[in-house]
């Protein structure tokens, strides 16, 4: 089935490993693709968080795409990166617009929780395929 070329191709599946949750996602050239990442704002209220490229380092982001401060995005490598996801209820996933080959690879998203070795940490990976697109229902997941 062909769709418009703005179409997201998403294929999430879901990994847990002791410290950090791993999401694999498949998009196609040319379209926007939403990296998911949220905490509980609610109880946590709103914390600074980033998103950066490869693994997850002991503190930070490896090669930093995208900051925020909990309230408004306080840095980015570009502007394709964006968190259009609402902060305030802890929705802090990654958009890429247009995506390209190039884009493929590990993201991380660390949200900075007050105390020692408390920050949460999501890894994932992103896959940037040419061709046929298809729609398939995404599922984004809330780590506490």
């Known amino acids: 089935l062909t769709e418009l070329h703005t179409t ?12 950090v949750s791993t999401l694999d996602v498949i998009a196609t050239v040319g379209t926007d693709a939403t990296l998911s990442c949220s ?5 946590y209220g709103r914390l600074s968080v980033c ?3 490869g693994a997850i380092p002991n503190s930070g982001c490896a090669d930093e795409v995208i900051k925020s401060d909990g ?8 502007e394709r990166y964006q968190l259009i996801g609402d ?11 247009q ?3 190039s884009d493929s690879g590990m993201y ?4 900075e929780i007050p105390g020692w070795f408390n920050d949460q940490k999501q890894q994932l990976t992103l896959t940037v395929v040419a061709g ?4 398939h229902e995404a599922t984004s997941y809330q780590l506490k």
């Open 108 to 111: 991380g998203c660390r949200v």
């Open 99 to 101: 995506v390209e080959e």
């Open 8 to 19: 997201l191709t998403l294929f999430i599946i879901r990994m847990k490993q002791c410290c």
């Open 39 to 43: 905490y509980d704002a609610q109880y």
């Open 132 to 135: 046929e697109t298809h729609r």
């Open 51 to 53: 998103w950066g490229r």
């Open 71 to 78: 309230t408004s995005v306080t840095s980015r490598l570009s």
């Open 87 to 97: 902060l305030g209820s802890g929705d802090v996933s990654l958009t890429i617009t």
